[in-house]
């Protein structure tokens, strides 16, 4: 009798694990078409971007040669919008405008980001909201192709064209690339582009280039890169000491 119960107890679990495993393979099969047609309607929605123009020029953080770039681009298109990603301190951004006669009013700075995974993980969000369907991507060439594959995983993702470009730096850069580096953040990128389709976040240091108060700037004292050409500057009657030196606003690595 108690053999018999055994057997019988054992078909049932037998069976119970069937209908499990039978549920798994529906919901991995359910799983593999949403992301099917995910990957389907994202890629016809980024043909289509690819065919459109340039709506928002991306900079990510590291050079103050790629501020001087953009100023440049700003004063030639001055209707399309500009993020820059923790770039140089706010009043060298402000006076490399002032220099290159660029419109300062489509210019925001976006001053969360302390890596280079930030500089999306923040500037996606906004270039969202803006609407944006092809953005002109700027770094340096000691940034690629790591920048360039991390954008396009999770820029991509959310049906933006990406246009890298290039801005020569002069000199040895700040930070080096390593393998291990670019891996870890193409492995996380993969993660969150699909993460990121369900949560935006916002960063809550984010200011427009006209809004940059020089006077308090000028009243506290802040240092440029050397690259930048600013030397010492005057307004009023303060006197800001821009240094001429190499060293990056951000205390903390980028990654």
């Known amino acids: 009798m108690r053999h018999k119960f055994t057997r019988t107890s054992s078909i049932s679990d037998q069976r119970k694990f069937q209908k499990w495993l039978q549920l798994l393979q529906k919901l991995f099969r359910s799983l593999c078409l949403v992301l099917g047609c995910w ?4 890629t016809i929605t980024l043909l289509f971007a690819s065919s459109k123009p340039v709506d928002a020029l991306f900079v990510l953080g590291g050079s103050i040669r790629r501020e001087i770039y953009v100023a440049q681009q700003a004063k030639q298109n001055p209707q399309i919008p ?5 770039g140089s ?4 951004i402000w006076l490399i405008f002032q ?11 976006e001053n969360c980001a302390n890596s280079t995974f930030d500089n999306f993980y923040y500037g996606i969000p906004i270039l969202k909201r803006w609407g944006v369907h092809k953005v002109k991507l700027i770094s340096s060439p000691t940034h690629f192709p790591r920048a360039k594959w991390m954008a396009q995983i999770l820029l991509g993702a959310q049906g933006i064209w ?8 002069k000199g040895r850069p700040a930070n080096r690339e390593y393998w291990w580096k670019t891996a870890f953040d193409i492995t996380r990128s993969l993660l969150w582009a699909v993460i990121s389709q369900f949560i935006q976040p916002q960063c809550s240091n ?7 108060d020089m006077q308090i700037w000028q009243n506290q004292g802040f240092v440029c890169e050397r690259q930048g050409g600013l030397g010492a500057q005057k307004q009023g009657n303060s006197h800001a000491q ?3 030196t ?4 951000n205390s903390l690595p980028r990654l």
Request: aromatic share 2%.
């Open 39 to 42: 990957l389907i309607l994202t």
């Open 82 to 86: 500009i993020l820059i990603s923790r």
């Open 206 to 212: 984010m200011i427009k280039l006209t809004d940059v």
């Open 99 to 109: 220099r290159e006669a660029a419109d300062l009013q489509n210019v925001w700075l």
């Open 242 to 244: 821009i240094e001429q």
């Open 162 to 169: 990406v246009e890298p470009e290039v801005v020569e730096e």
């Open 246 to 249: 190499g060293a990056r606003h």
């Open 89 to 92: 301190p706010d009043p060298c």
